[in-house]
């Protein structure tokens, strides 16, 4: 009797799928952990030791955010620095900058922003993406925006921004008038500063390339 080709018998092909199945099952359940310590949410003991996690504590706000070329990983990547003041305060504690970003989390998902920009890879592309919109010069202490709205500060020239998008004609798509609060302001631009800090690999590509965008220049 002729031997059988293993590539034709059935335990053979049956062994390979539970061999293979159990190897996948292993790897993504690794793969499960490590992404799950990878974007856990670090602490202000964390930004107070110099301990710089994927994901910064809410108290990242307390502090100075650029994007600076790694060389090692070939992108930009997100640099806290030293403490800054944020609408005259560089003292938020956990629980003041977490209830800041609840309110700005609450406040993107209440006024759907996501039907217009993108936030970390998710949303519309009608309107910029606001990943990393913290750090577009253009809200810096030489960009138009602080001249535009008059205010001597980033947070507020975006908070008042915010407020009365109608009246800052700065793009032919223009923001309509949601009805922002000072108040609802602060917490978005509050959760924009947050998630600037959020190291994305560098998302979006195209925002290194913007002139005056790396090394918060």
Known sequence: MANKSVWSDNRFWQRSATWVTGFASLLLIWLTLD?????????????????????????????????????????????????????????????????????????????????????????????????????DPAWGPDGAMQALTGKNTKEEAMAEFLQHPDQYATHARMMPNLGITAEEAKGLVAFLKHMSSIDTNGFPRNFGRMQGAVNGK
């Open 35 to 135: 992404t799950s310590a990878q974007i856990q949410m670090g602490t202000d003991a964390d930004l107070k030791n110099g301990v710089q996690k994927r994901v910064p504590g809410p108290t990242v706000i307390n502090y100075k955010i650029t994007y600076e070329m790694s060389a090692k990983r070939g992108h930009e990547v997100p640099v806290i620095g030293e403490k800054e003041k944020f609408f005259g305060r560089d003292d938020y504690s956990e629980e003041e900058a977490g209830a800041l970003l609840h309110l700005g989390k609450l406040g993107s998902q209440a006024k759907n922003c996501m039907d217009c920009h993108t936030l970390l890879g998710n949303g519309a592309y009608y309107a910029p993406d606001l990943t990393k919109a913290w750090l």
